[in-house]
């Protein structure tokens, strides 16, 4: 079955750095459009970044610049590199394939 599995989150202070990785199978990976989301506190799910299987990326205004996705098909892996982070950067992040499958999420705690 498709299974989508988070890691990397954490507690990291501002302007720190993290990096996620997304580890997929079950499905023809480098065929899929991937992408990340988060979900802050009582806020609702929105995207964060993605790629298509044709590697054309795209990333939301409050990331860009700070944000890096890149995947590796040898791999089954989806990465988020993030850089300088900011206290409203904390979230639960998800990773995305496709249209339906989501993973569990990993919680990215940014605090001092």
């Known amino acids: 079955q498709v299974q989508l599995v988070e890691s990397g989150g954490g507690l990291v202070q501002p302007g720190g750095s993290l990096r996620l990785s997304c580890t997929a199978s079950?499905?023809?990976?480098?065929?899929?459009?991937m992408a990340w989301y988060r979900q802050g506190p009582s806020e609702t799910r929105e995207l964060v970044a993605r790629?298509?299987?044709?590697?054309?990326?795209t990333y939301a205004d409050s990331v860009k610049g700070r944000f890096t996705i890149s995947r590796d098909n040898a791999k089954n892996t989806f990465y988020l590199q993030m850089n300088s982070l900011k206290p409203e950067d904390t979230a639960v992040y998800y990773c995305?394939?496709?249209?339906?499958?989501w993973g569990q999420g990993t919680q990215v705690t940014v605090s001092s």
């Open positions: 995305k394939a496709g249209a339906m499958y």
């Open positions: 079950g499905f023809p990976f480098s065929m899929y459009g």
């Open positions: 790629t298509t299987a044709e590697g054309i990326m």
